[in-house]
Structures are given as C-alpha cells and as structure tokens.
C-alpha cells in the first residue's frame, strides 16, 4: 500500500519552545492531508484538514494560532505546535489520502512537554 | 448529526472467531474503513468497502450494509497478537473520515 512518512516519531520539547511535525506521502499525491490528536484510551481526534495550497479547515476547539498546518504541497504538510505547554503533550498522527481512496496514515509522534 | 456506533470492549478466545459490527449515520457515503492500532502506535489500515457485500482479506473479513447503515469485521482463528482497539470510520460526502470510538478486542489463551 500507499507509504506516508512521519517525522518525528518521539520528540521532548521544553515548554514555550516550539515543535514542527512533517507528514510526507511518498509514493502518492495527497490532495487532502488530516492531522489528528489522541488521547490516552481515547479514538483518534481530527484536529484539522488540508487541502494542498490553501489553508486549513480547523475542527471546533481548535487553536489556529496555536497549531499551524502548513500544506504546500501534494506531497508535505507540516504541523507546528507553537509555544508548547505540559497538555500538549499527546499523540499526533497525520494521514494523507487521494479523492477517492482509503487514508493511510503516518507512524504517529508521541509529543512530550517538560 | 454523524454518529458511528461499535461496542467498547470484546473478549475472545485464542482460535476462535469474533465479529465486532459498527453502525453508522453520516452525512453522505463515500465508503468504510476498518482499522488495527495496538496501544501506543498509530492505526494501520484493513479493509475498505464502498459497495455492499463482503470482501475477505486471509483471517479477516468485512461486510456492508449501506442500506442499514451497518458493517462489521470478521476475525477468524484468532492469534494473541489481534489484541488490539479496531476501529471503524466512514467517508463522509465532504471526503472527511468519520471516526467510531474504537473496540477493543481482548483474546485469552
């Protein structure tokens, strides 16, 4: 099946400082890409969608200022969480599909702020 | 509303075989997927239907409805690393993934 790539897997940041997350497809062009939060015992949350070239469809209670997507292009979007604090601290997992196939998803980044 | 259904927990037994069903009501249909994550790691895919029927894929299989709104995922001989959370999702007419809460399947020797 289809490959995304996601960077980092395991990243521990000081809180205030900055994380950049990368999500690649590389053997596909993802018209759309989602990004997703989850919770320990808890389903997948979409955070926000994005359709390359134009800006992101946040899901309801999500900060935009505070998590910057970035889709430009078909084959790299990027998550930014900016000044991170302690509750940001989750799993985020990107998945990347085509109009009309199924989402394939990145590895997942377990997010820590200390 | 969207709303996807699937039981929260199931207990199986090594060998056996186990149907986990999910119920849906989207706005629009553009298909179902199922699929695996083990605790910690991000989902892997498993099947997808967008007609109705079954397709079977080795040990598992899976089944649409789209006239009930219902599908389910038949895992047969059953092996210990199938304990996992599965995961139901539907594409909905805007091509976003609606998610179900995810069941998790428990499998004792």
């Known amino acids: 099946g289809a490959v995304v790539s996601q960077h980092p897997s395991r990243v521990i940041c000081k809180s205030g400082t900055s994380v950049k997350i990368e999500c690649r497809s590389l053997?596909?062009?993802?018209?759309?890409m989602f990004w997703y939060r989850q919770f320990p015992k808890q389903s997948l949350m979409l955070m926000a969608t994005?359709?390359?070239?134009?800006?992101?469809?946040?899901e309801q209670g999500v900060e935009k200022d505070k998590f910057l997507i970035n889709h430009a292009s078909l084959t790299l979007s990027t998550l930014t969480v900016t000044s991170a604090h302690p509750e940001d601290s989750s799993f985020y997992i990107c998945s990347a599909q085509e109009r009309d196939t199924e989402a394939f998803f990145g590895q997942g980044t377990r997010l820590t702020v200390v | 509303g969207q709303n996807i259904d699937q039981p929260t927990e199931m207990t199986a037994t090594e060998g056996a075989i186990v149907q986990i069903n999910c119920t849906y009501q989207t706005s629009g249909f553009n298909g179902l997927f199922w699929y695996q994550q083990h605790a910690g790691e991000a989902p892997t895919f498993l099947s997808y239907?967008?007609l109705d029927g079954l397709e079977e894929k080795g040990r598992f299989s899976s089944f649409l409805s789209r006239s009930k709104g219902y599908s389910y995922l038949l895992l047969k001989e059953l092996q210990m690393k199938d304990s996992a959370s599965y995961l139901c999702a539907v594409l909905d007419s805007n091509y976003q993934l609606i998610w179900g809460a995810g069941t998790k399947l428990i499998i004792k020797p």
């Open positions: 994005s359709n390359e070239g134009s800006k992101a469809t946040y």
């Open positions: 053997d596909f062009q993802a018209t759309t």
């Open positions: 239907n967008v």
